[in-house]
């Protein structure tokens, strides 16, 4: 918990849970959380299933932008997935990513890589999966898994690809009726090698988001 107060310390960005107040007794650590009153991310798709391209773009706008900041500041978060992003309302679309209690610093990304099997298996880049070396790339599949979901209403596979395998992806399918700018970013973000991959940066700016 020390850690996560520490890191969540340095991170002020609208679509980050803010950390307001940290509390320590000899004995127990209390932190006060900024309060998101929507519920999960899962909840709505839950309810809502698939949604539109510009409510998905809409989402992952907010996401990105989130993980743009942290991999500038050198934080990885290795587990996104819709449980961890929090709606401030129940009838609207602002969010906030939370539970960093499996990030990582990682200052000099190229330096300081990390190879700890963290996050939940749907999620899961195929470098994580394979214990391999990874950086903030690993971030950017588990966003494109998400932004699949938010598409489809289902998520792309039961299991992870194995690292360095591109995933199977049937764009004619399930995806037959997404515009190619969303197939293009899509599939940017869920290469199997990680320096395939695109940037959150280089997602923020993509079309299909703008």
């Not at 996560?4 to 107040?21: D, G």
């Not at 990105?64 to 991999?71: I, K, N, P």
Request: with cysteine; hydrophobic share 40%; glycine share 8%.
């Amino acid at each position: 918990l020390r850690d996560e107060v520490r890191v969540l310390s340095t991170l002020r960005h609208p679509h980050i849970v803010e950390m307001r107040e940290v509390f320590e007794t000899p004995t127990e650590l209390y932190i006060i959380m900024e309060r998101a009153r929507g519920g999960e991310l899962f909840d709505r798709i839950v309810e809502k299933g698939n949604f539109s391209e510009a409510e998905a773009a809409a989402v992952m706008y907010q996401l990105l932008s989130a993980l743009t900041d942290m991999h500038r500041r050198g934080v990885i978060h290795r587990d996104i997935k819709p449980e961890n992003l929090l709606l401030t309302t129940r009838d609207g679309w602002e969010l906030k990513l939370s539970d960093f209690g499996l990030r990582s610093i990682a200052e000099r990304f190229g330096r300081a890589r990390t190879h700890t099997l963290c996050g939940s298996p749907y999620y899961m880049a195929p470098e994580v999966c394979s214990r391999e070396r990874y950086g903030p790339a690993v971030d950017v599949w588990s966003a494109g898994v998400v932004l699949y979901i938010l598409l489809t209403g289902s998520p792309p596979w039961e299991r992870p690809p194995l690292f360095g395998a591109s995933p199977r992806i049937d764009v004619d399918g399930e995806l037959g009726s997404i515009s190619r700018d969303g197939v293009d970013l899509l599939l940017s973000m869920l290469r199997g090698q990680p320096g395939d991959r695109c940037t959150a940066q280089d997602a923020l700016r993509h079309p299909w988001i703008n």
